[in-house]
């Protein structure tokens, strides 16, 4: 972000503009908007410029800019439509310490107007850091379609009664009220005018000052593989609505900043093969704020209920007494898959597929390898880089094709994706050389779709960085739990 947004006041601030052409009056329409000082220069101004300094909505000098006219002002306004005029005016302005814009050149303003809706007092300014200010137009007319026009009135009104509100308890129970007035009980009552706004907002208020307090809740939400526009619905209305955020390492910075910014984020990541979070320190956590009263998600990577350990942490909620829902999200399995244009099923090939851990679960030794190893079998494996090597023996052992396609995708459906197309005998070969550092799904009994990018061996161009990831450890991972679908 290289323009930093702010609402700066400009009541009774003194606004400079330099230029009286077409450029100066599509910034006058924008400032009028405001409560500044404005002064325009030029040599030759508009009619309708003329016309507003005849009303006194500005203040029009009929010359050139010259040193000393900035002194004071808050911004300025290059708009001469003249390069080395702009520029002439623009230094003195800098001179004098007002904020620079000059008009369409973004390279020498030190701000720029965003495309703005106007509900004052609710106002949203859309701005593209002067890339793409077609886009901040579509956007704009959008919302303009989607706002309705009483929204600005329903916040004047609501600005005026907020100190009567402080009445209700900081935090959750403020939030509450104000929902509750502007997506239900405002909208109803303007039908009737304004009046009857003021009245339903002190039914409102003695409503939710009578009201139990709401019980804390846990909501155990699936944050997907990574890509912010997989995250469901309901786990966006979940984050807008939680006081606290309970996260995973791997879910990323864009889905976190959809939580509202007063929410309490804790990291209670988990790292394979090293330093984590003890499970039993999580469930206490999420118990305790839940008993504080607290609106908790429960973030998880992928879909909560898939090597989630969602049990343990339902168990312990429930025996806290406290209610609690599971919102699935989209498992790494399924955007890996995507990822490489396949399948986990398909007809005439694999009527199930299985779902693997090679991580943190009981049983590995004993898993059914020789059922795997049948050809046409298919498995998405979890956290399956350290287990590769073990997989790899049991698997030919057990009779499984040395030429089985194995696909290995780290950061599937993220930007940083990156596939790895192999076969079983080269497995942990390739492997090793690739340099897997993010996490990573095996995908057995599957090759890339012809077309698309992918890394191999023998593809030079495409190869990644040639460190080794360190071999099969002798201390291999005692556990392959197994999910069939």
């Not at 942490?313 to 790494?332: F, K, R, W």
Request: net charge negative; hydrophobic share 45%.
């Amino acid at each position: 972000m290289q323009h930093f947004p702010i609402f700066l006041n400009l009541a009774g601030r003194r606004v400079v503009v330099s230029g009286g052409g077409a450029a100066a009056l599509a910034k006058l329409r924008l400032l009028f908007k405001t409560e500044a000082d404005i002064a325009v220069y030029a040599t030759r101004a508009d009619h309708q410029i003329i016309r507003w300094a005849a009303t006194g909505a500005l203040t029009l000098v009929p010359r050139a800019l010259v040193d000393g006219d900035i002194q004071s002002a808050a911004l300025f306004y290059a708009a001469n439509e003249d390069d080395a005029e702009d520029g002439r005016t623009a230094t003195l302005a800098r001179a004098e310490g007002a904020l620079v814009n000059v008009v369409d050149n973004l390279e020498d303003s030190q701000f720029i107007t965003p495309a703005i809706v106007d509900r004052d007092p609710v106002t949203i300014a859309i701005g593209t850091e002067g890339a793409a200010p077609v886009l901040a137009r579509a956007i704009k007319a959008d919302l303009e379609e989607r706002l309705p026009a009483t929204l600005g009135t329903l916040a004047r009104i609501g600005k005026g009664f907020r100190k009567l509100a402080e009445a209700l308890p900081f935090g959750r129970a403020r939030r509450d009220f104000w929902q509750d007035y502007y997506f239900n009980a405002g909208p109803r009552a303007i039908t009737q005018g304004t009046d009857a706004v003021d009245q339903a907002l002190d039914d409102l208020l003695a409503r939710h000052l009578t009201r139990p307090e709401r019980p804390g809740h846990i909501s155990f939400v699936g944050a997907g593989p990574g890509d912010p526009d997989l995250l469901t619905l309901k786990a966006r209305k979940a984050l807008d609505a939680a006081d606290v955020v309970i996260h995973d390492r791997l879910v990323p910075q864009p889905i976190l900043e959809l939580a509202r910014r007063e929410a309490t984020m804790i990291d209670v990541g988990k790292t394979g093969f090293g330093p984590s979070a003890k499970q039993e320190d999580i469930n206490a956590l999420v118990v305790q704020h839940g008993l504080e009263g607290a609106q908790v998600v429960r973030l998880k990577g992928g879909d909560c209920t898939v090597f989630g350990r969602l049990d343990e942490e339902v168990e312990a909620v429930l025996e806290a007494g406290l209610s609690y829902d599971v919102v699935p999200g989209i498992t790494a399995a399924s955007a890996a898959v995507a990822g490489i244009g396949q399948s986990l099923t398909k007809r005439g090939r694999n009527a199930s597929a299985r779902i693997l851990t090679g991580h943190d679960m009981q049983g590995f030794a004993d898993h059914d390898w020789r059922s795997l190893a049948r050809p046409g079998e298919v498995a998405a494996i979890y956290m399956a880089k350290r287990a590769a090597h073990f997989l790899q023996g049991r698997l030919l052992m057990h009779g499984a094709a040395p030429d089985t396609p194995v696909t290995v995708v780290e950061n599937a459906s993220r930007p940083d994706q990156r596939v790895l197309g192999t076969t079983l005998d080269r497995l942990s070969t390739d492997l090793g050389e690739a340099d897997l550092n993010g996490p990573a799904l095996m995908l057995f009994g599957l090759a890339p779709r012809d077309g698309l990018p992918v890394t191999t061996s023998d593809q030079e161009a495409l190869q990644w960085p040639a460190a080794s990831l360190p071999k099969s450890s002798p201390q291999m991972p005692s556990s392959l739990a197994t999910l069939s679908i």
